[in-house]
């Protein structure tokens, strides 16, 4: 699986919004300093995840952008999303839309597999879980599997 340059940036980006106290708007040019993030490529970014309601924008002197709803509420799978589309995908359509026939047949199970493992990890860590640097358990043991940090 390979994870965008996009989602990683939107999700860094709406790392730095939860970090911020009481819920302030941030300029972009703050988010992207903040993330050493490129501010012409997270402009496009924050208007995909205000489109995908993760985030709302604020016009004027003090303009920015807020988190659309809690940290505690929106996963890594909800930014992702919204700037990639769904999580999983084999040349561009989802594992339920797809046949494989004869010895590729049980193909289908492990694309249907990674999918639910790849949820597994991003629908149940949140921007708040990110923030705070309390993963879930599961997420835990899984990074702390000696063979997670080896390149095969």
Known sequence: MRVSAKADYAVRACAELASRPGGE?????VLAAGQDIPTSFLERIMGDLRRGGVV???????????????????????????VDGPLVTVRDVRPPGLTYEGSAAGLLDVWV????????????????????????????????????????
């Open 25 to 29: 708007s941030v300029p972009s040019e």
């Open 56 to 82: 709302t924008s604020v016009r004027g002197r003090s303009g920015g952008y807020l988190l659309a709803r809690p940290a505690d509420e929106i996963t890594v799978a909800d930014v992702v999303r919204a």
């Open 113 to 152: 597999a990674l999918r639910a493992s790849v949820r597994d990890v991003l629908d149940v860590v949140t921007l708040k879980d990110l923030v705070d640097r309390d993963l879930p358990a599961a997420v835990r043991e899984l990074a702390a599997r000696e063979d997670a940090w080896l390149n095969p």
